[in-house]
């Protein structure tokens, strides 16, 4: 599972069991609200995920911002809520450079922009781990 954190929404994609192709799910939104933040811990239990990858927004500089603080609290938050829940997983950050821009060329208006850039993160996520 790929996700592309932000403020007001979420993105998300999971990738079939061959680990090749990632697929764009419904975003989730305010998932730093306590409903958001349930309905992501359930969407990784009843999805039987094994690893999730969090993209990491680095300045293009390549140096921290303001969210790739706020990506680093929220995967942290994430690796700790899984662990008391009894289901801990690897969480990892991973550069997202460009998703965003990859994201918004690859899809139509009317897809979720922010699932899309999930799904371009967790592509790239696992053609390198492959």
Same mark, same amino acid.
């Given at each position: +599972?790929?996700?592309?954190?932000?403020?007001?929404?979420?993105? !998300? &994609?999971?990738? =079939?069991?061959?680990?090749?192709? #990632?697929?764009? *799910?419904?975003?989730?939104?305010? !998932?730093?609200?306590?409903?958001?933040?349930?309905?992501?811990?359930?969407?990784?239990?009843?999805?039987?995920? =094994? @690893?999730?990858?969090?993209?990491?927004?680095?300045? *293009?500089?390549?140096? =921290?911002?303001?969210?790739?603080?706020?990506?680093?609290?929220?995967?942290?938050?994430? #690796?700790?809520? *899984?662990?008391?829940?009894?289901?801990?997983?690897?969480?990892?950050?991973?550069?997202?450079?460009?998703?965003?821009? +990859?994201?918004?060329?690859?899809?139509?208006?009317?897809?979720? @922009?922010?699932?899309? #850039?999930? &799904? !371009?993160?967790?592509?790239?996520?696992?053609?390198?781990?492959?």
């Amino acid at each position: +599972m790929a996700l592309d954190h932000g403020a007001a929404r979420t993105g !998300v &994609a999971l990738s =079939d069991p061959t680990g090749t192709i #990632a697929t764009p *799910l419904p975003a989730i939104e305010r !998932v730093g609200s306590r409903r958001g933040r349930r309905a992501l811990l359930r969407l990784i239990d009843e999805r039987q995920v =094994d @690893e999730i990858v969090v993209g990491l927004p680095i300045g *293009l500089g390549g140096h =921290d911002t303001d969210q790739t603080r706020e990506a680093r609290a929220f995967a942290g938050w994430l #690796a700790d809520a *899984l662990a008391e829940a009894g289901q801990p997983r690897p969480v990892h950050l991973y550069d997202e450079r460009f998703t965003t821009r +990859m994201a918004q060329q690859s899809g139509g208006r009317d897809s979720d @922009e922010d699932s899309r #850039a999930a &799904a !371009v993160l967790l592509e790239e996520w696992l053609r390198r781990a492959g």
